[in-house]
């Protein structure tokens, strides 16, 4: 079992995010405007759920890790810190997810 978290990678992506584009992809994706990384976030997401529905646990292993290291590269460009993603998972944990899909239905 590893102790790395999420929010190690997270702060590894913010100070890779302040590097010179020319020394750090993170840099390199952020520097691209928001469509860049989201558009990469998309690509690893499809790639993700490929290798589950294939039942490819190594791959789905993988992508799994390009997925969470997109998505905190998304926030970190966005100025969305982690925990404000965190704050709201907790939030939903207070309920169902039924009923908490459901209540975001409402108008």
Known sequence: ???FTLAD???IVR???AASP???YTAKLI???PGKP???LGEEAVEAAIAAVQGDRTSLVSEAADVLYHLLVVLAGGGIPLEE???ELERRTTQSGLAEK???RRP
């Open 38 to 40: 989201a558009k990469k």
């Open 22 to 24: 020319e020394e750090s």
């Open 31 to 33: 520097a691209a405007g």
């Open 1 to 3: 079992m590893t102790t």
């Open 85 to 87: 993603v965190m704050a």
């Open 9 to 11: 990678l997270d702060r």
């Open 102 to 104: 459901a209540a975001r």
């Open 15 to 17: 100070s890779r995010a």
